[in-house]
T-cell receptor, first 115, second 118 residues
């Protein structure tokens, strides 16, 4: 079965530190990859997504993610975090198999940025 | 941007009663809506996918007679938890996708509904 792993459950960083959140998935076929963010008290929002083409994807608020097919990974990065980046981040994979699609989410990573 | 609302945001009910949760797309037509369930400290689990005017497709392990989904219009889908029990207590989240979103795989999420069954 398709699975998505986020190894970091809780990350604490100081402002201006660099961020990298890991995401690995288990399916070897055609996938679309996403990172969603949930700020405190708000609903899930799309941060960035990868469909095809350049494996380095740039999203909103200075975030980027790199799709490495050989490693089944789609790690999220930001060179310098801000206090406002405090949120929970979810990696998601949409598996395409024939006419069937299913989005599977990782367990999420809570990021706490200390001023 | 596309907005999805859910009502109610929080509901407490007695065991054995039924609860209906509404999911609305406010400024676009949602040809497909998704219902997720999130347990504490766990990820979102897809429960079912519903397309307007047709029966919902339930994921394995989700009881379709317990979680009734209706997607009667392009802006409204409802999830009814029938004969609710304490183990049904959870955070239920819907998302919606329009026709353009099929090719871009874009889902817009609602704020979620916290269900507590006493």
């Amino acid at each position: 079965a398709q699975s998505v792993s986020q190894h970091n459950h809780h990350v604490i960083l100081s402002e201006a530190a660099s961020l990298e959140l890991g995401c690995n998935y288990s399916y070897g076929g055609t996938v679309n990859l996403f990172w969603y963010v949930q700020y405190p008290g708000q609903h899930l929002q799309l941060l960035l997504k990868y469909f095809s083409g350049d494996p380095l994807v740039k999203g909103i608020k200075g975030f980027e993610a790199e799709f490495i097919k050989s490693k089944f990974s789609f790690n999220l990065r930001k060179p310098s975090v801000q206090w406002s980046d405090t949120a929970e981040y979810f990696c998601a994979v949409n598996l395409h198999r024939g006419g069937y699609q299913k989005v599977t989410f990782g367990t999420g990573t809570k990021l706490q940025v200390i001023p | 941007g596309a907005v999805v609302s859910q009502h109610p945001s929080r509901v407490i009910c007695k065991s054995g009663t039924s609860v209906k949760i509404e999911c609305r797309s406010l400024d676009f037509q949602a040809t497909t809506m998704f219902w997720y369930r999130q347990f504490p400290k766990q990820s979102l689990m897809l429960m079912a996918t519903s397309n307007e005017g047709s029966k919902a497709t339930y994921e394995q392990g989700v009881e379709k007679d317990k979680f009734l989904i209706n997607h009667a219009s392009l802006t409204l889908s409802t999830l009814t938890v029938t004969s609710a029990h304490p183990e049904d207590s959870s955070f239920y989240i819907c998302s919606a996708r329009d026709l353009a979103g099929i090719s871009t795989d874009t889902q817009y999420f609602g704020p979620g509904t916290r269900l507590t069954v006493l």
